[in-house]
Nanobody, 121 residues
Framework: QVQLVDSGGGLVHPGGSLRLSCAAS????????MAWYRQAPGKRRELVAR???????NYADSVKGRFTISRDNAKNTVYLQMDSLKPEDTAVYYC???????????????WGQGTQVTVSS
């Protein structure tokens, strides 16, 4: 049983910073892509940032230059450093990962439970 646990959300003023973390635990042979998504009230879930196992990244245009995704493969953990936060960044943030439980089995995609980020004065 694999579990993704994301944390680090909270309330922050505009212009502030937060760092989200997501740790994968359980029986894991490998993790390929890891990503952060977000969903604001009344809106569809959207990709914020993605990072490959080798460290290549891509970002949504709305967060480029403000957010940084990184990962620690030894710890099966992905991070999202969020700087210069804006009210429109308010959402529930979810981590996502492509996981291989055992060699010879199929990769599957899993989600964290979500962490609330609220940017407000």
């Amino acid at each position: 049983q694999v579990q993704l646990v994301d944390s680090g959300g909270g309330l922050v003023h505009p212009g502030g910073s937060l760092r989200l973390s997501c740790a994968a635990s359980g029986t894991i042979a490998a993790i390929n892509n890891m990503a952060w998504y977000r969903q604001a009230p009344g809106k569809r879930r959207e990709l914020v940032a993605r990072i490959t196992h080798a460290g290549s990244t891509n970002y949504a245009d709305s967060v480029k230059g403000r957010f940084t995704i990184s990962r620690d493969n030894a710890k099966n953990t992905v991070y999202l450093q969020m700087d210069s936060l804006k009210p429109e960044d308010t959402a529930v943030y979810y981590c996502n990962a492509d996981i291989l439980v055992r060699a010879g089995t199929a990769w599957y995609n899993d989600w964290g439970q979500g962490t609330q980020v609220t940017v407000s004065s």
